[in-house]
Nanobody, 126 residues
Framework: QVQPVESGGGLVQAGGSLRLSCAAS????????MGWFRQAPGKEREFVGANNWIGRRTDYADSVKGRFTISRDNAENTLYLQMNNLKPEDTAVYYCAARSPLLRAAVADSSAYPYWGQGAQVTVSS
């Protein structure tokens, strides 16, 4: 099992940057697909991006491509989300999640992730 814990949220002006961290317990961190999702007030949770270390693949939602970057430090059991050129519509609670790489479900399918962090608030002012 793995237990994600997010940190690094906050308030930033439009055009600014933030980096979220997700520290995950467990000795097999590198074997998990690690995803970022977000949920804005009154909206459904949506996929931001995911990294499959074993499969050597990182995917992003179209809305964040070119602005957000996912990286991971397996030695530190930590996943990162670097967010640049932030927009007011990026305001949301951001969640880190983990799942097995053996599932056939798409990485954007939030229901396939059994392990979730508590969320980190990101607010982008205009």
């Amino acid at each position: 099992q793995v237990q994600p814990v997010e940190s690094g949220g906050g308030l930033v002006q439009a055009g600014g940057s933030l980096r979220l961290s997700c520290a995950a317990s467990g000795r097999t961190f590198l074997s998990y697909v690690m995803g970022w999702f977000r949920q804005a007030p009154g909206k459904e949770r949506e996929f931001v991006g995911a990294n499959n270390w074993i499969g050597r693949r990182t995917d992003y939602a179209d809305s964040v491509k070119g602005r957000f970057t996912i990286s991971r430090d397996n030695a530190e059991n930590t996943l990162y989300l670097q967010m640049n050129n932030l927009k007011p519509e990026d305001t949301a609670v951001y969640y880190c999640a983990a799942r097995s790489p053996l599932l056939r479900a798409a990485v954007a399918d939030s229901s396939a992730y059994p392990y979730w962090g508590q969320g980190a608030q990101v607010t982008v002012s205009s």
